[in-house]
């Protein structure tokens, strides 16, 4: 398992990442959070994929709005 490290409030207090969170990512950001921590280090395959669904999310509400 590949891990990434990531900045905490990049993504956690923000809801539009949310619906393609993984629990597992959520939990680790919460933790480090709660910890006072800048950084977390969450798994490199879920992170990735919550990120090409982001994207998804973003361009479909994009084209929603034409």
């Not at 480090?32 to 361009?59: C, H, P, R, W």
Request: net charge negative; charged share 30%.
């Amino acid at each position: 398992m590949g891990t990434i490290k990531i900045k905490v409030n990049d993504y956690y207090g923000n809801p539009s990442y949310y619906s393609v969170m993984p629990q597992e990512i959520f939990d680790e950001l919460e933790l480090a959070s709660l910890k006072g921590e800048e950084y977390t280090t969450v798994n490199k395959d879920q992170f990735d994929t919550m990120i090409i669904e982001y994207d998804k999310k973003m361009k479909q509400w994009e084209q929603s709005k034409v």
